[in-house]
T-cell receptor
Framework: KAGVTQTPRYLIKTRGQQVTLSCSPI?????VSWYQQTPGQGLQFLFE???????NKGNFPGRFSGRQFSNSRSEMNVSTLELGDSALYLC??????????????FGPGTRLTVL | GESVGLHLPTLSVQEGDNSIINCAYS??????FIWYKQESGKGPQFIID?????DKRQGQRVTVLLNKTVKHLSLQIAATQPGDSAVYFC??????????FGPGTRLSVLP
C-alpha cells in the first residue's frame, strides 16, 4: 500500500497570503488528522476529519480550516498568514481514528515558510 | 505572546549499547500508546504500539513497557545503531479523542 502523501512538500508565502495544503491518506483509511510541528511548540493537533466531517478540533484560531472529500482526501487552509505559521504541517491517517489499536500513520509533511 | 522553546531531552548512547527512552503520559484513561521515530526532514514513523491491557510488547530490536500505575511508557532499543539516531515521540490516546504527543527525546548514537 502506498503511504500517506502530502503536497506540496515545500511552500514559501508572504504574510497576509493564504495557503492550501493537500493530503491523501492510505487507501482504505477514513480518518485524517492534521498537526502543526514547530521547534517551539512541538507537535500540536489541528483537527481530525472522518467521513467528510470534522470530528475533533485543536486549539487553533479560525484562520486554520480544513475539509475532507468523499474519497477521504483532505485539505487544510490557512488564511491571512502570519510569521508564526511557519512550521512543518503533518497529515496522518488511520482506519477509523477511534479505538485502541487503530494506528495512525504520518505523511512526510509540508514545510511552510512565511516571510 | 512569546512562546517558550521546547528543550528536547537528549540521550547519547554508544553504538551497540541498549537505549531506553522514557515518556510520562498525562491521561490515566488513555488506552492506546504509540512510539514514533522522526528523522530530520521527515514525518514521524510508526515504531511500535501497545494497548492499555498489556504491560509489554516486543518488536524487532524494540520493546515497549507500559506502567499504568505511574503513567509511564518506555521504549527500549537493543543494540543501538547509527540509523537509530532521531527524535522519538510517545503518543497517547483515549477512545474518541485525538492523539496527544509528548515533547520528544533526541537519541544520538556515538560511534
Amino acid at each position: 500500500k502506498a503511504g500517506v502523501t502530502q503536497t506540496p512538500r515545500y511552500l514559501i508565502k508572504t504574510r497576509g497570503q493564504q495557503v492550501t495544503l493537500s493530503c491523501s491518506p492510505i487507501s482504505g483509511h477514513r480518518s485524517v488528522s492534521w498537526y502543526q510541528q514547530t521547534p517551539g511548540q512541538g507537535l500540536q493537533f489541528l483537527f481530525e476529519y472522518f467521513s467528510e466531517t470534522q470530528r475533533n478540533k485543536g486549539n487553533f484560531p479560525g484562520r486554520f480550516s480544513g475539509r475532507q472529500f468523499s474519497n477521504s482526501r483532505s485539505e487544510m487552509n490557512v488564511s491571512t498568514l502570519e510569521l508564526g505559521d511557519s512550521a512543518l504541517y503533518l497529515c496522518a491517517s488511520s482506519s477509523s481514528g477511534q479505538g485502541a489499536g487503530d494506528t495512525q500513520y504520518f505523511g512526510p509533511g509540508t514545510r511552510l515558510t512565511v516571510l | 505572546g512569546e512562546s517558550v522553546g521546547l528543550h528536547l531531552p537528549t540521550l547519547s548512547v554508544q553504538e551497540g549499547d541498549n537505549s531506553i527512552i522514557n515518556c510520562a503520559y498525562s491521561n490515566s484513561a488513555s488506552d492506546y500508546f504509540i512510539w514514533y521515530k522522526q528523522e530530520s526532514g521527515k514525518g514521524p514513523q510508526f515504531i511500535i504500539d501497545i494497548r492499555s491491557n498489556m504491560d509489554k510488547r516486543q518488536g524487532q530490536r524494540v520493546t515497549v513497557l507500559l506502567n499504568k500505575t505511574v503513567k509511564h511508557l518506555s521504549l527500549q532499543i537493543a543494540a543501538t545503531q547509527p540509523g537509530d539516531s532521531a527524535v522519538y515521540f510517545c503518543a497517547e490516546k483515549n477512545y474518541g479523542q485525538n492523539f496527544v504527543f509528548g515533547p520528544g527525546t533526541r537519541l544520538s548514537v556515538l560511534p
